[in-house]
C-alpha cells in the first residue's frame, strides 16, 4: 500500500533561519512526487514535482530533493509569508495509478 | 493563470438531504478529480474521472456519491443523503497529462 509520511507535524521558524521539510514514501514505483503549499481554508497550491532520485528543483527560497525512499524540502532564509502547511503527495504504479496519495503535512510557522 | 473554479465556498446541509458541489476545471484538461480533507486530516482521494466515465475510485466513494460532467466545462459531485460524517473539505482538481494536478479552493461542507 502506499503511503506518505511527513515529518516533523509542525515546525516554527524565526524569519531567515533556514531548515528542512521531510517527506518518506513507500510507493510500487514511484510516478511522481509532488510538493504542495496550503494556505487555510485554501486548496493545495502547486509547488515541485520530481520525479527520480537525485532530481531537484527550486523555487525563490524553497528547493526540493529527492531520493528512492525521501524528499526534503529546504527553505531557505524564511519570510513570515512562507508560512502556511507543506503537503507531500505520491503517485505511482500501483492501485493508485492516476492518483494522488498525501501525506497529512507539515505546518510551518515563520515568526518575524 | 488558468484556475478550477470551485461553487459554493460553503454549504450547510441538513443530514439526508442531497447536495451537488460544482466545479468549472481548466479548460484543456483531460483528467478530473474529487477529493476530500476532514477537519485536521490528510487529502483523500475520492474518484478520478476520465474520457465521460469513473476510472477510478476510492473505498469512500459509495453509492451516496456520483460524479458528473454534464457539459464541456462542469464538473459536479452529488452526495444524495449527507451523513454527518460527510462534513469536509471537498476539492476538485484537474490535470492535462497527471503530470501535474490542479487544485480549486474548496467547498466547505457543513452537515447538521
Known amino acids: 500500500e502506499d503511503q506518505v509520511t511527513q515529518s516533523p507535524e509542525a515546525l516554527r521558524l524565526q524569519e531567515g533561519e533556514s531548515s528542512s521539510l521531510n517527506c518518506s514514501y513507500t510507493v510500487s514505483g514511484l510516478r511522481g512526487l509532488f510538493w504542495y503549499r496550503q494556505d487555510p481554508g485554501k486548496g493545495p497550491e502547486f509547488l515541485f514535482t520530481?520525479?527520480?532520485a537525485g532530481e531537484e528543483k527550486e523555487k525563490e527560497r524553497l528547493k526540493a530533493t529527492l531520493t528512492k525512499k525521501e524528499s526534503f524540502l529546504h527553505i531557505t532564509a524564511p519570510k513570515p509569508e512562507d508560512s502556511a502547511t507543506y503537503l507531500c503527495?505520491?503517485?505511482?504504479?500501483?492501485?493508485?495509478?492516476?492518483?494522488?496519495?498525501f501525506g497529512k503535512g507539515t505546518k510551518l510557522s515563520v515568526k518575524p | 493563470e488558468p484556475e478550477v473554479t470551485q461553487t459554493p465556498s460553503h454549504q450547510v446541509t441538513q443530514m439526508g438531504q442531497e447536495v451537488i458541489l460544482r466545479c468549472v476545471p481548466i479548460?484543456?484538461?483531460?483528467?478530473f478529480y474529487w477529493y476530500r480533507q476532514i477537519l485536521g486530516q490528510k487529502v483523500e482521494f475520492l474518484v478520478s474521472f476520465y474520457n465521460n466515465e469513473i476510472s477510478e475510485k476510492s473505498e469512500i466513494f459509495d453509492d451516496q456519491f456520483s460524479v458528473e460532467r454534464p457539459d464541456g466545462s462542469n464538473f459536479t459531485l452529488k452526495i444524495r443523503s449527507t451523513k454527518l460524517e460527510d462534513s469536509a473539505m471537498y476539492f476538485c482538481?484537474?490535470?492535462?497529462?497527471?503530470?501535474?494536478?490542479?487544485f480549486g479552493s474548496g467547498t466547505r461542507l457543513t452537515v447538521v
Open positions: 503527495a505520491v503517485r505511482g504504479y500501483g492501485g493508485s495509478q492516476g492518483n494522488l496519495i
Open positions: 520530481l520525479y527520480s
Open positions: 482538481a484537474s490535470s492535462l497529462d497527471r503530470q501535474g494536478y490542479t
Open positions: 479548460s484543456n484538461h483531460l483528467y
